[in-house]
């Protein structure tokens, strides 16, 4: 595959307008899936289970299998819609979606086409630097996720060049809510970071609201970034392309960048943009085609006869409503101000989408500031390196448990970075990986005298400075201790001792 040419971002920007739109998928956790009895494996609960073990007839598509709607998916959704500032709909309606799905057995979708549940409503979102955008969403409707297909035999996993594919319907059928966005105008050069500040906006409604468990990795929230440039004072809206299924923030950030600088590339040239779907790649930073991206005529939408009109009652909706967590700007306010953290700080944290993950480890018992050092600096760090979310690779009660073994001195800061390995491994808990490795502090005074003696003896003209009272030559002695202790000392405690075996 040739790869694309790209223009200088500023230089896109200057000779054209970039229009955004997001269509973000929230699979929602309620116990069961949307249309049948079977286990919803977007439930922590269920997360993990073999392929095929979570069906039910519904869910194969096999003959004369009915649905019936999950009445708490109906008012995930509806509080989902009420967050989002939308009205919702007295009466709504499901729609069967003819796509070819390979992993939907009866080859139509459930949705939601003219009549959704959630519309017109807006989201206000912060950017770094505290600037407000707000976000119009033209609609939240309900409908059931596809399964899972796994290409085998190829070197890539990828359909081309695959000898076969493997069909896993745990999946089918899970709960989704689809968030979909108007146009987006005036972004600017700061369409990426608008991208990004939505999706982390999106996750931490539903994360508030406790709908969905919102891990981005295991897909429980998907974004679908919709781009399209027009020249510089033209009215009339350039092509759109829509690069699907991005999977993490970091990721919307960077395709909707990419695609700035691809489709300016080709419209400066002559060129004209493809309306079609395109693929984002982790490792290369890159999209590539997928298909033609269809119209709503070509979906061939109809009602679904197998199920009524929801018609929820006025009295459910201002109950949920009632129920409704603070707004996001809010409840940024009020975190910071309960944290005590500076604006910096602060943006820190909201900037890499770690609200819910500090407020979460604040709550298992860990203080602001260490909850903040671990979250915006090793986690993200290590996630970084591995192209991954910082929420998928450990939880915020592993890192109140790591922070608080620090606090009780069963663990130093470095020793606590390697049980944070272990832990981002599998291994188990902090204490687990601790226990496995042997990492704990040695805190019998026994063996560190032991260990200074030997030091002290092999280093006489060290010992002799201190006996001087130049105690700042005790770092030499400190240094080689914890060498010996593999740093499972408590470097404050390994001194006290060898200024008293030195005679200070």
């Given amino acids: 595959m040739a790869k694309d040419k790209l223009m200088d971002f500023d230089k896109a920007l200057e000779m054209f307008e970039p229009v955004l739109g997001f269509e973000v998928h929230v699979e929602l956790n309620t116990v069961t899936k949307m249309f049948s009895a ?8 269920n997360h993990g289970a073999a392929p095929n073990t979570l069906v039910a007839p519904v869910d194969m598509g096999l003959p004369g299998s009915l649905p019936v709607v999950n009445a708490e998916a109906i008012r995930s959704s509806i509080s989902l819609g009420l967050a989002l500032g939308c009205s919702i709909a007295p009466s709504s309606r499901f729609a069967r979606k003819n796509y070819f799905y390979p992993d939907l057995g009866k080859n139509y979708q459930i949705s939601q086409y003219d009549e959704p549940i959630a519309f017109d409503g807006e989201v206000e979102i912060e950017l770094g630097d505290g600037t ?11 409908e059931e996720d596809a399964g899972k297909l796994t290409h085998m035999g190829g070197a890539t996993g990828r359909i081309q060049g695959a000898e076969y594919s493997l069909v896993d319907y ?13 146009p987006i105008f005036g972004a600017e050069h700061r369409a990426p970071e608008i991208a990004k500040a939505y999706v982390a906006a999106i996750r931490d409604i539903v994360l508030s609201l406790g709908i969905s468990e919102a891990r981005l990795e295991r897909g429980n929230l998907r974004c679908d970034a919709n781009v399209s440039l027009r020249p510089r004072g033209q009215e009339k809206l350039g092509t759109r392309t829509e690069t699907k299924n991005v999977n993490s923030m970091r990721s919307v950030e960077r395709a909707v960048r990419y695609e700035i600088q691809r489709q300016a590339h080709i419209l400066a040239g002559g060129g004209s943009i493809t309306q079609e779907t395109r693929h984002w790649h982790e490792d290369t930073g890159t999209t590539s085609p997928g298909r033609p991206k269809s119209d709503a005529d070509d979906y061939r939408y109809f009602p679904e006869p197998d199920l009524l009109p929801v018609v929820p009652d006025p009295a459910l909706i201002e109950e949920l409503r009632a129920a409704l967590p603070e707004q996001p700007a809010v409840r940024r306010r009020r975190l910071k101000a309960d944290w005590g953290f500076t604006d910096l700080e602060f943006q820190d944290v909201a900037n890499g989408g770690l609200l819910a993950e500090v407020e979460a480890t604040i709550a298992a018992g860990a203080s602001p500031a260490t909850a903040r050092k671990w979250w915006t600096g090793e986690i993200t760090r290590v996630a970084n390196a591995q192209d991954r979310e910082p929420s998928g690779l450990v939880s915020p009660a592993h890192v109140a448990a790591l922070q608080l073994l620090i606090d009780g001195g069963t663990l130093t800061d470095k020793l606590a970075r390697q049980v944070l390995e272990g832990v981002i491994a ?3 808990s902090p204490q687990e990986v601790v226990d496995a490795r042997g990492l704990a502090v040695v805190s019998d005074d ?13 280093q006489p003209d060290v010992l002799a400075k201190i006996r001087d009272g130049k105690v700042q030559a005790a770092g030499a002695v400190i240094g080689a201790v914890m ?5 499972q000392a ?3 405690r390994v001194r006290e001792l060898v200024l008293e075996r030195a005679g200070q």
């Fill in 38 to 45: 079977a286990p919803n494996p977007a439930h922590e609960a």
């Fill in 132 to 142: 407000l955008v707000r976000v119009p969403i033209e609609r939240a409707h309900m």
């Fill in 170 to 182: 745990n999946r089918a059928g899970v709960p989704l809510v689809e968030i979909v966005t108007r």
């Fill in 426 to 428: 599998g291994e188990g």
């Fill in 446 to 458: 026994g063996a560190l005298i032991a260990a200074i003696d030997d030091a002290l003896a092999a």
């Fill in 483 to 487: 060498k010996a202790m593999k740093g």
């Fill in 490 to 492: 408590d470097a404050a």
